[in-house]
């Protein structure tokens, strides 16, 4: 056994800058989380912290009410105007599948194209 780490495994230089950054990331939202005690906002840091991991230019949250209908939670990345469109729109459980059904899965967030068909479906 050598006190060398084989290049490329999650212990080489690149690898425990980035697994730092996670997880000085996590702690950020820990923290955050320690200070929430409102529902809205703590599903508004939720959407903002994916958005910005995942990259995308606007992120959704859609929660499933009491009469089974899901509606539009928090949002970012979207104009005052349009955010307010998509939270009047409600999506019915088999509109909700549908886009689950063409998502693409990334880790627990479902991620559908822009273009993908089933985005023009009826709520």
Sequence with gaps: MTGERPSGSRHDARGLEEAAEGLREILEVARALGRISDEAELLDLI???ARGQLGCNVCAIAIRGDDG???YSATS???VEEDGVLRSRVLSPSAFEALREAAA???AVCWV???HP?????M
């Design 77 to 79: 990345g979207l104009s």
């Design 118 to 122: 089933v985005r023009d479906r009826p």
């Design 47 to 49: 959407n903002t912290t």
């Design 69 to 71: 209908v899901f509606r």
């Design 105 to 107: 899965p990334i880790g």
């Design 113 to 115: 194209p822009p273009g």
